[in-house]
C-alpha cells in the first residue's frame, strides 16, 4: 500500500507590509497629493490609489486655501495612518532607509530637512497667489507683491542647493525628499510664466522630465473635473 504523501503546508499570507493606501485629491490642483505621491513612488511603496471628490466641501476647502488643515495625501500602511505630508516623508525615510528619500551624508542630510521644512510650512502667499493648475497656462502674469519674496526665497533655496551639490536635482545625482516637496513649485512657474535664471530653469525641466512627474500630469490632464474659482483669467 502506498504511503500518503505528506501534505504541503502553506503558510496564509500576511498583510504585506509593503500593501498601502494613498488618499489623495484633484491631481490638476492637490500640490500635497503630488508630493505625497512622489514620495511614496520614490519610496518603492505599492500602493492604491484613492481619490476623494473635488465637490466634498471640506476638500474643496483645502484646494481653495479656505481650510487650516489639510487632510490629503493621506497615506495608510501596515497599520499606520499619517495624513501630513512632511509625516509621510519621514515616515518613508524612516521605513524605507534604502530608497535614499534623504541624502546620506550627515549635513547634506540636515539640509534636506531644512529646506523640505521650509516648504512645509512657509510660502503661503505663494500659494495663494500662484496656485498649481497644471491644465493652465500664462503667457505672462504680474505676481502680486505679497507674493514675490516667496518667489526670490525659493530661488534662493533653488540655486544654493544646486550649487552646493551640484544638481541636477537638489540634492545631487537623484531625487530626494526635497525636490518632491518642490516639485509643485516648479509647475506653479510655468504655469505662471516666472522668469528664471539658467540653471534653475534647467532644475525645473529636469523636473518636468522626471518620468513620475509625467506620469502624474497625464493623470491631471485627464482630469474632467474643473474648479472654477481656480481656472479664471487673473
Known sequence: MAKA?????VAAKPESATKATLTISSKNYSSWSLRGWLLCRMAGLEFEEKRVDIDDPEQRQELLLLSPSVLVPRL???GVT?????????YLAETMPGAGLLPAERVARAHCRAVSGEMHSGFHNLRSA????LKARHKSFKIFSGARPDVERIKAIWSECLATYGGP????????????MYAPVSTRFRTYAVDLEAPLAAFCETVFAWPLVREWTEGALAEPEEIVELDVEF
Open 169 to 180: 536635482w537638489l540634492f545631487g545625482a537623484r531625487p530626494t525628499m526635497a525636490d518632491a
Open 82 to 90: 499619517v495624513w501630513d505630508t512632511l509625516a509621510v516623508a519621514e
Open 130 to 133: 500662484l496656485p498649481m493648475n
Open 76 to 78: 495608510t500602511h501596515d
Open 5 to 9: 504523501g505528506k501534505a504541503k503546508v
